[in-house]
């Protein structure tokens, strides 16, 4: 293997430097190579008898990047080299890999040749290449058709004489394409480059007639027209969590510390192994366990290097720690001692004066140690404190405002853009406008947190949206009491008492609400004035019994 990869290398330079060259001279790098392409090939068909599936994938890829350098290299060679690709894709013990690497060359060399090269080699490249098409994996797959694609060029090269004759293969190949799109429980994979989707017959067929006579279970029509052309739009954007809903507890927790490099590091080994485990059919797919495993352990080398070397530091500071304790230890009993014989001081005053410094000491490391989280009680404060002091722009207590007598249901969203004031960094909304007419029943459907309950939290005047503007019946509901919003708009959240509570006792369930002066018709849910939902529940005789828990899957 490192021979092959030493001889890649090698090509790719080659095709580096004599990249834009015209024709090749006898003193060029291309001539030279062309002239040990004999004993390349010889070399290479030797290495495809092997057993190892290894060695056949990097005889393959070598084969490859020959190619791509002398694109007509192959023609004098392709004949010995059928063999090796017809095993390739037809043994069963061949890999995924193996196939691909195959399929690539014979796309390649199908590409770079004359047509004339595989003429007579068809027959035996058409069925092993067609029979790829079925394999289950979605890679092999793909480059089948590729394939494909260079084998119709191939057949029928020149529209106007026919050169070999293409109709025994044209069966075989739609109704191996036809039986891989009817395979809708296979892989499909939607981001491989240079998807094929088409493939181009070169006028094969004579005309319509013969189209039908192909394929007579099948319905043609012809399409002359060429299909409009569309602009496509790139967004790229960060990743943005969901919208949990109105509630402080569902806000998503994001990590804002910084890591330190030791934490980096351990991160760094330990996505490899979450992308080898997400990934592991990729991984299996191209035998590439091995350096997975080798991946790991070269991030997990810097850190166990990285921890012998904290260790060792580590070490060496919590020992001179103490060699610097019990030196001046001696140090003050040493000087204790000067004073004691020179009668200037006692013993038991010798030892006050020491265990007070030692205590003093002792107290003072303490408190530096303390001083980070002292930081972090400040922080928190300063937070708190301006939560606690904010003053909130909707007041629920207060009276002003507009009071609706009658509502008919018409609700108006026109160019609202939204944002919770715990989540300032997601936007919920942004140039919303959504209408709907009264009498008019409406469902948001879509995934959670995606801002359902926030349209009724916006309806409910819970908040405000930082622009546009939210209408009840042409009555903007910033103008409105927040009684009134709340009033007309209820939101049962999926509460135990709509699952106890028969449909027609749900339908008609009565709102005492004397903070506004009388008690309200029947609100079962959102816009039931709107919705006419009382009738509906009457009309529905086995059903407006019936318990909601009971009607849940």
Known sequence: MDIFKTFIELLRQTGNVTKGQGDIDESSPRWLLKQEVPKVVKSINRQLREKSIKTKVGAFSVL??????????????????????????????????????????????????????????????????????????????????RVCGELVRVLRPNLEKTVV?????????????????????????????????????KDTFLDANHVQQSFPDYQSRNNMADGEPQKEKLIVETYIPADPGPYPQDKPKQNSVRFTPTQEMYEDASQVAVDAVGSIRTVASFCAEKIVVAAYRDKCEALRKQGIR????????????????????????????????????????????????????????????????????????????????????IDSSSGDGMTLEDVSGKIDFRNVSFKYPLCLDVQIFSDFTLRIPSGKTVALVRESGSGKSTIIALLERLYDPD????????????????????????????????????????????WDDTSVGRVGPPLPCCYVKSADIPPIAASMADVSQTTAASLAP
């Open 467 to 510: 622009s546009g503007r939210i209408s009840q019946d042409g009555v903007e509901c910033t103008q409105m009491t927040n009684l009134t919003c709340s009033y007309w708009v209820q939101c049962p959240s999926g509460s135990s008492y709509g699952l106890t509570e028969t449909c027609a006792g749900a339908a008609f369930t009565e």
């Open 165 to 201: 004759d293409f109709e025994p293969y044209i069966g075989p190949i739609y109704n191996a394409i036809l039986g891989r799109l009817a395979n809708q429980d296979q892989d499909q994979w939607m981001n491989m480059p240079n998807l094929l989707e088409v493939i181009d017959f």
């Open 310 to 393: 904290n260790g060792v530091i580590g070490g060496l500071g919590y020992g001179f720690s103490f060699l610097m304790l019990f030196f001046t230890y001696g140090l003050c009993f040493y000087v204790g001692a000067q004073f004691v014989r020179q009668g200037k001081t006692t013993f038991p005053d010798v030892f006050k004066v020491f265990f007070a410094l030692v205590l003093a000491a002792i107290g003072v490391s303490q408190a530096s140690a303390l001083a980070s989280d002292a930081t972090k009680a400040r922080d928190s404060a300063i937070s708190i404190f301006s939560v606690l002091d904010r003053e909130s722009k």
């Open 64 to 145: 490859k990047e020959l190619v791509v350098v002398l694109p007509d290299c192959l023609a004098d060679h392709f004949g010995s080299l059928v063999p090796g690709i017809e095993k390739a894709l037809n043994d069963k013990s061949s890999t995924s890999n193996l196939k691909i690497e195959a399929l690539v060359l014979t796309r390649l060399v199908m590409a770079s040749h004359s047509p004339s090269v595989f003429h007579p080699y068809i027959k035996a490249l058409s069925a092993p290449i067609l029979s790829v098409i079925r394999d289950r994996y979605y890679k092999v797959t793909t480059e089948a058709l």
